[in-house]
Nanobody
Framework: QVHLVESGGGMVQAGGSLRLSCATS????????LGWFRQVPGKEREFVAS????????LYVDSVKGRFTASRDNARRALYLQMNNLKQEDTAVYYC?????????????????WGQGTQVTVSS
C-alpha cells in the first residue's frame, strides 16, 4: 500500500522561506515522476512542480519559477519543495503525488497517489 506524508508546512511572513518534505512508502522500485500541487478553498488543485524519476528534469508552473525548487532523494524515498521569497498568493494546502509516468507531469490526472496535504500560510 502506497503512503505519502507531507510535512514542513506552517505560517511565514511574505519574503520568507519554507521547505516541504514528502515521505513515501510502499512504492517499491519505482521510476515514477513525483509532483507538488496546491489548492485553496473554492478553487481547483493547481500544479506547482514535478521531478523526473531520476531527478534529472523538473517542471514548474510559471508563478513559482525562480522561487521554488523541487528535488527528490530516491535513496530516502523522499520528495522536497524548497520555497523561497514566498508571497501571500502561495497560501494553500500543498500536496505531493506519485505519477504514472517517468517524465515530469503537470496534469493532476497523470497522478495515481496523493498525500493528505500540509498547510502553508503566508502573511503580509
Amino acid at each position: 500500500q502506497v503512503h505519502l506524508v507531507e510535512s514542513g508546512g506552517g505560517m511565514v511572513q511574505a519574503g520568507g522561506s519554507l521547505r516541504l518534505s514528502c515521505a513515501t512508502s510502499g512504492l517499491g522500485y519505482s521510476v515514477a515522476a513525483l509532483g507538488w500541487f496546491r489548492q485553496v478553498p473554492g478553487k481547483e488543485r493547481e500544479f506547482v512542480a514535478s521531478v523526473h524519476w531520476a531527478g534529472s528534469k523538473t517542471l514548474y508552473v510559471d508563478s513559482v519559477k525562480g522561487r521554488f525548487t523541487a528535488s527528490r532523494d530516491n535513496a530516502r524515498r523522499a520528495l522536497y519543495l524548497q520555497m523561497n521569497n514566498l508571497k501571500q498568493e502561495d497560501t494553500a494546502v500543498y500536496y505531493c503525488a506519485v505519477s504514472q509516468e517517468e517524465e515530469p507531469q503537470a496534469d493532476p490526472g497523470a497522478y495515481l497517489y496523493w498525500g493528505q496535504g500540509t498547510q502553508v500560510t503566508v502573511s503580509s
